[in-house]
Nanobody, 126 residues
Framework: QVQLVESGGGLVQAGGSLRLSCAAS????????MGWFRQAPGLEREFVAA????????YYADAVKGRLTISKDNSKNTVYLQMNSLKVEDMGVYFC???????????????????WGQGTQVTVCS
């Protein structure tokens, strides 16, 4: 079992920055792949970014490359999402997720993740 708690969401103007955090407990943090997903009103939840178990590899959705950065601190059992140059289309509820599978395939697929946080709202105003 893995428990995930997100924090750091809020209201920001377009072009601004936010840093999301996700604190994990219950399982050795370096045994799971961590991901961030987001869901805008009326839309399906979509992949944003993921980071490998030891943090050596990162993966991004095309829409966020160069603006959002995922990182993790295994000593603090925390994964971060640094969001810069935010756009209105980045707005939504951001979810942290943990994946126990060792396969690369499915890394961007919501159903391939085993544990989820409750989400944190990010609002971007123009």
């Amino acid at each position: 079992q893995v428990q995930l708690v997100e924090s750091g969401g809020g209201l920001v103007q377009a072009g601004g920055s936010l840093r999301l955090s996700c604190a994990a407990s219950g399982r050795a943090f370096n045994t799971v792949t961590m991901g961030w997903f987001r869901q805008a009103p009326g839309l399906e939840r979509e992949f944003v970014a993921a980071i490998s178990r030891r943090g050596g590899s990162t993966y991004y959705a095309d829409a966020v490359k160069g603006r959002l950065t995922i990182s993790k601190d295994n000593s603090k059992n925390t994964v971060y999402l640094q969001m810069n140059s935010l756009k209105v289309e980045d707005m939504g509820v951001y979810f942290c997720a943990a994946r126990t599978s060792l396969r690369l395939r499915g890394l961007r697929v919501m159903n391939d993740y085993d544990y989820w946080g409750q989400g944190t709202q990010v609002t971007v105003c123009s």
